[in-house]
């Protein structure tokens, strides 16, 4: 995994990304300046089931795998996000997320995305109409 400073690049993806779709310039900037983006080699996990979590990713290049108990559940590729359940209530990640390809993310620390949600209330809205929409869909589709 590599690790590199937030750049133009990222300001220009958060602007693309749904969840922050209803986000002000300046919440954009203020994310911006907080996100670390990381990349992964294909097989590399993001999140491991039953460990705790560090924030919210959002795929900026590639495509990962959403796995519980070692079952494939969804695909996720540029755009998506996974980690808010953790992110959340506090507990464990709920699955495991593994590279299928060379990916690069976004990885929003917990402490800076529960403080952006304090000042955008509608990115809840936003998360929690996604996160019911794949539980809707969960057993009947692997892509998003
Ligand atoms: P979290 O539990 O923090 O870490 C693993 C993430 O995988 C989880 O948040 C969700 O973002 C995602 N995830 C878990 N289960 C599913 C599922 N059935 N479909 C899509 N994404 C999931």
């Known amino acids: 995994m590599r690790r590199t400073s937030p750049t133009g690049q990222v300001k220009d993806l958060l602007q693309t990304?749904?969840?922050?779709?209803q986000c002000s310039k300046r919440e954009l900037n203020?994310?911006?300046?907080?996100?670390?983006?990381e990349d992964?080699?294909?097989?590399?996990?993001?999140?491991?089931?039953g460990e705790p979590g560090?924030?919210?990713y959002?795929?900026?290049e590639g495509e990962v795998e959403v796995k519980v108990?070692?079952?494939?559940?969804?695909?996720?590729?540029?755009?998506?996000?996974?980690?808010?359940i953790a992110?959340?209530?506090g507990g464990p990640?709920?699955?495991t997320v593994v590279a299928t390809t060379d990916v690069r993310a976004m990885l929003i620390p917990a402490w800076s995305f529960n403080a952006t949600l304090k000042a955008d209330p509608s990115l809840a809205t936003t998360m929690l109409k996604e996160v019911c929409r794949r539980v809707r869909t969960s057993d009947s589709s692997l892509s998003s």
């Open 17 to 21: 990304v749904p969840l922050f779709s």
């Open 30 to 37: 203020l994310l911006a300046g907080i996100v670390e983006v």
């Open 40 to 49: 992964f080699a294909p097989a590399a996990e993001l999140c491991t089931e």
């Open 54 to 56: 560090l924030g919210l």
């Open 58 to 60: 959002v795929v900026m």
């Open 69 to 84: 108990k070692g079952r494939t559940r969804r695909k996720l590729g540029v755009g998506a996000f996974f980690g808010e």
């Open 87 to 89: 992110l959340l209530d």
């Open 93 to 95: 990640r709920s699955a």
